[in-house]
């Protein structure tokens, strides 16, 4: 997409300053370098396929039209309703049904900060010297003692499937 033109600038390498009182000086043609030319700038996807840009547009005017009357068109109304994901819906009915918007969003609001701030926390301990390989040791120490005191031997499963279950029916409540 280079132009067909083939105009060249000049610099030159002369270092008398220009004034408007001292006469120029042309410069001589063993001192100057000349420049490429740059290509033509792309043409705009818009120049491309106008059509898609026209459909884009009166798509907006309909929301701007319809927000201005109050009034929302169908087709954009079960058009929304059919782009949202099963999961969105249900957050969407999960929240109209509780009562206090505010102290779950102040929760909400909350855990996300203590998240953050344990993030902090625990990359500020993996910064230290020796302690991210002495928690490595530990952590691998307390999975292998987790292991053999539970997953082992068919009863100590039994036992810690049914402290699970037990916790679980607490948590969510009988069901």
């Known amino acids: 997409m280079a132009s067909s033109s083939s105009s060249t600038f000049a610099l030159s390498s002369s ?6 009182k001292a006469p120029r000086q042309s410069a001589s ?5 000349p420049l ?17 840009s026209t459909a884009y547009c009166r798509k907006i005017a309909r929301n701007v039209m319809g927000m201005a009357t109050g009034e929302v068109p169908a087709e954009v109304a079960a058009g ?9 819906k249900k957050v969407q009915e999960a ?22 701030a ?9 910064r230290l010297p020796l302690v991210p390989g002495l928690l490595e ?19 100590d499963r039994e036992a810690l499937l049914q402290k699970l279950k037990e916790t679980y029916s607490e948590i969510i409540g009988s069901s």
């Open 36 to 52: 490429p030319t740059l290509p033509s700038p792309p043409t705009p996807l818009s120049q491309i396929r106008p059509w898609k």
């Open 15 to 20: 270092s008398t300053l220009l004034d408007s």
């Open 80 to 88: 929304e309703l059919a782009e949202m994901p099963e999961i969105v």
């Open 137 to 155: 040791l530990v952590g691998i120490g307390y999975t292998g003692w987790f292991a053999y005191k539970n997953l082992i031997f068919r009863p």
């Open 118 to 126: 344990s993030a902090g926390v625990v990359s500020a301990i993996d």
């Open 95 to 116: 929240w109209d049904k509780v009562e206090d918007k505010y102290a779950v969003s102040s929760l909400a609001v909350s855990g996300f900060v203590a998240l953050w």
């Open 29 to 33: 043609p063993s001192s100057t370098v």
